[in-house]
Structure formats: C-alpha cells, structure tokens
C-alpha cells in the first residue's frame, strides 16, 4: 500500500500496533520522515547503570503513547521509524563496561594507572571502541540524512551522539546546542575515558562547526569544568538550576528566562536534552540523579518556543533514559518526550503536524 492508503486504513486511537514500528506507527523506514536511531550504549558508566537499556525501553512504552497529541494532532501521519543497528553496539558496550570497571575502581581507590600496564592496555582499547562506535553512528546517520530524512539519536548514555554531531557538521557549516542537563559534561578524558558521557560537550567543542553551546539546568560541575568554560570565552553559556530559580523567585517568568535563552543560540540549532536535567522524579532510575530541576512542561514549553523563534532546528539528541526494574515509568517519560520532540523538530521544519487542539475552558 502507498502511504497515503496506510494512512485512511491506520486507527490512530486504538493501541499502536504490536508489530509495528515506535508508537505504533504502521510505515517503513522509506515512508517514514523522522528516523530515530537507538544507541544502547553505556561503556564508561561510573555510577548508575541502565542507559543502554533506555531505547528499548522507551520503545516498549512508545506503543502506549496516545498519538492525539495536542500540539502535533497530525505528527504521527508523517512517520517516525525506530532504526536497525547493529548487533554489535550493545554487544560491545557489555563487554567494554566490563573491561572499564576495574580502571574506575582502581582509581577510586587512588590507584596510579601507569603502575597497571594491563588496565592502561584496557584503557586504550575502550578509547577505540568508543570511537570506532562514533564513527559508525556517524555513518548511520548520514546514510538516512542522504536519504532526505530527518534523523534524531536516542542514547544511550551521553557519550552516545558525538558522531551525530559530526554527522551535522558535514552537512551544516556552524550550529549551535542547546544542552539542557544536571551536568556540564565538560570534563576532559574523565577517569581516563577520552569519550566518557561526561565528556560530550568537551568533545563537541572540538567539532569547529560547533559555534556556542548553551546549558540549561546545570546543577553539578566540577573546578576542571568551569576552566573549560572560561577558556571558551563566550564559546559555553551557563544557566545553573539556582540562577533560573532565583530569577523565578524574584518574579522573572519561565516565558522570560525562555526567550533569553533562544536568543542567545546561533541560527541552526541541535538539542541535546540528558533526562536528568529534569526532576529526578520523572527519571528516577537515571545513573546520575541530582536534586533540582525542571518539570516535563517547562522543557516542552522551550521547545515549543524555540520552535516558533526563527531558529532552525537541525537535530536532536535524547539521553540517559533507564528504566526501573520493577516500573516503566522512565521509559513511560521518556516516550512521551521523545514524541514531543520530534513534533517540534517536524513542526520547525515546516511539516504538516496539524493544528493546535484547543478547549473552551469557561
């Protein structure tokens, strides 16, 4: 069947379909206009564990997701296709994530590496992994954005979409991101890992077509991190969790502090949102919980502006995501995000996601 009889044939208010692809959605990859590409990888993990887990996990629960969405009624019509990958990635962050704990251990213990020829071994072959794994996902992507798709990555831990960005640096000659995030992930070769998740934003300020990053909700950061950003002069601006609430508290509004905010991006614009920049209660099984944060509504409220700003979003990245062993609840969050963040890329680029549903409330 063509797309558009798929479409008359498909029920958009019953459960998605089983064997169908994310949210239940009945079209192929080459019917599809999003593509979202998995990355179940989690390597340099130090705390928490369970992003690898995240994409399937948010697959499960996408299938749940009513596709009636208030903001993007027609979004789904547009298609949006869970990639293949390879076996491999998530064959080998287990055996990598194996591989690195006794170099975390050792120096969590204050150990010194170089004593350790055979950590440091170990450490040099972890470094390679990781970027043999960026360089196939960069690959990856650019095989759908050739194909005239507009591809998103979902981690995965954040290390994950370092060849994404390098994938849209090919393809666009300056953007910036928009980080929103617990951390600053600026730290440089973190225990050793040269693409640790806490290293993506430093790696990304590596990619020259990369002209500012802004973070949002930024509640953990280390004297290494703040070095980075005052060598960047202007490069990296920082909004801490307690500079947005002092401002709230003193009667500045989230609309303001949103508008503020865009206007600091360049033109093109990739969002890069770890889920731990939220409220650990929406993400409660997240490897790197921090008090504080923002709400559900508040990132979707700055998408939905950005969006309608002018900019141009060129991209996304989702992250972090791991679900509870006894609840689906992060994954349940994590679909209902993701949803929502593909409506606003779609939406920002000019597609038919229909018109906003509004109800007479008087």
Known sequence: MTKEQIIQNFDPSQPGLADATIFGLPFSAEQSEIIIIPVPWEVTVSYGSGASEGPNAILDASFQVDLNHQEFPELWKLGMYFAEIPNSWSKNSEKYKELAQPIIEALESGEDLETYPALMDDLHKINKACRELHNEVREKVLYWMNQGKKVVLLGGDHSTPLGYYEALATNHESFGILHLDAHMDLRIAYEGFEFSHASIMYNALKIENISKIVQVGIRDFCEEEVGVVKNENGRVLIHTDADLKAETF????????????????????????????????????????????????????????????????????????????????????????LFHMCGVLAKNNGMKTGNRINFQRK
């Open 250 to 337: 003193s009667g500045k509004t989230w609309a303001d502090q949103c508008d503020e905010i865009i206007a600091t991006l360049p033109q093109k614009v990739c969002i890069s949102f770890d889920v731990d920049g939220m409220y650990p209660w929406y993400c409660p099984n997240t490897g790197t919980p921090v008090p504080g944060g923002f709400s559900f509504e508040q990132a979707t409220y700055l998408f939905n502006k950005l969006a309608i700003s002018g900019k141009e979003i060129i991209g996304f990245d989702f992250v972090e995501v791991a679900p509870g062993e006894n609840d689906d609840w992060d994954g349940n969050v994590g679909a209902r995000m």
